[in-house]
């Protein structure tokens, strides 16, 4: 297959999973959108810089996270991301599906990049620690420890949710 | 929060409907660009390339040896045996050319008329006790005689190759052990009679 061809593939397949890390890790629709689009600009401009056609994704992914670094340190406002969010999704969301995201968006955002980068690569992208070491070129062992630690302040954010609803609902309004 | 659900939570966001579209669009337009840059790259470079060519062209006439010297050499190695001494008929070539005979201590081996690459020659062999032997071509005319690079190894043997006049080109091949200023030297013996030798 021409590599046209496959290129034109690789943006059906791929601009989804793109999208939601750079979304989660910039926390604006806007900008992740942009961001995707000059991800898929710079790997055709580097094609052949891809060795392996069957690790497209974390080839992708690399650019991508290279391209939205800078991006990184930007305040997230968590409120009208979940509100942009419901509404991409042209539904009013359940409230309580509403206050997980918003919880899921505040923890996020309390997260320094490098821990928010390894556990999004961890659990969005479905990357093995192996793969996440190479990938960020970190000890295995950072890996764990950051993952561990990321999801031990998103439980603690998930038991303190009650004063969330409060402020998101007074926020809303 | 559960892994499962964490998951599920990250994987919510969906990506506006537009977006692939919208990258296909742009990576169009990339391509239209960059089929139009490699299409005027010619154009544009075209000079550089052209001066590129020449240089290598140029570097290939330096560095190889003359196709008329390799002539030469041929010529030498089918006469090596060949002792005929001086003709007066070749005698009488030279001084209608106004070329000197080479000194009594040198001693003229052998003459005669030869072809170098279709071109009629004449192929003096001498020898001298302090030089050895020499071997001397005299060509009237052709152009291709005249080459960048005029002095050199062949071989076994050193080579200087010399235009005289715009009608007459010197080619001498000697004993690699044979300095070239000697060679000259000889050859300005010859040539500077009449004050044409350019050394």
Known sequence: MPIKEKFSNWIDEYHRALYRHALWMTGDTELAADVVQETYHLAWLSIKTLKDEARVFPWLLTILRRTTFREYKREIQHEKLVADLCSLHQSNGSSSLEYELLDLSRALGMLSTSYRETLLLYALDGFSYQEIAEQMNIPIGTVMSRISRARELIKSSDESVPSKIINFRSNSK | ?199
């Open chain 2, 1 to 199: 929060m559960k892994k499962e659900r964490l998951k599920q939570l990250l994987d919510y966001p969906e990506a506006p409907d537009t977006l692939a579209d919208q990258i296909r669009s742009n990576w169009q337009q990339q391509l239209g660009k960059q089929e139009l840059r490699s299409r005027y790259w010619w154009k544009r470079n075209i000079s550089l390339v052209a001066s590129i060519v020449a240089t290598v062209a140029l570097s290939g006439l330096y560095f190889q040896t003359p196709a008329v010297i390799a002539a030469a050499y041929t010529d030498i190695e089918k006469d090596a045996q060949l002792a005929n001494g001086l003709s007066q008929s070749q005698r009488d070539w030279f001084n209608s050319k106004n070329i000197n005979l080479p000194l009594k201590e040198v001693k003229i081996e052998m003459s005669k008329n030869c072809t170098l690459l279709g071109y009629q020659s004449k192929h003096l062999r001498v020898f001298s006790k302090e030089h050895g032997t020499i071997n001397v071509f005299f060509h009237e005319g052709a152009k291709f005689f005249q080459q960048i690079k005029n002095r050199g190894v062949v071989s076994n043997l050193g080579w200087l190759l010399v235009k005289v006049r715009e009608n007459l080109t010197v080619i001498a091949l000697y004993p690699t052990g044979t300095r070239h200023e000697d060679v000259q030297n000889l050859l300005n013996t010859m040539l500077t009679g009449n004050g044409e030798y350019p050394v």
